[in-house]
């Protein structure tokens, strides 16, 4: 159990490590610029290729956030 716990640990620090570096506005940037990217692959006819990008949003909007919430001293 305490092997699980190190490595929960370990991964978060390498996510801040990474994330840390990224300015916060870069994820909703990141957001809308695959909403876009989606309706000009829907407009081109690739469904499957829309419907899998449009899917990116919400995760990147959701590292934004959990940054956010969880380093709020790092505004």
Do not use: C
Not at 24 to 47: Q, R
Request: proline residues 5%.
């Amino acid at each position: 159990m305490a092997d699980t716990k190190e490595q929960a640990a370990e991964a978060q620090q390498t996510f801040f490590r990474v994330t840390d570096n990224v300015p916060e506005e870069a994820w909703y940037w990141a957001a809308l610029g695959s909403i876009g990217v989606s309706a000009m692959l829907k407009l081109a006819g690739k469904d499957d290729w829309a419907i899998f990008v449009g899917q990116w949003p919400p995760t990147f909007l959701l590292f934004g956030l959990y940054h956010r919430l969880v380093r709020p001293s790092r505004r």
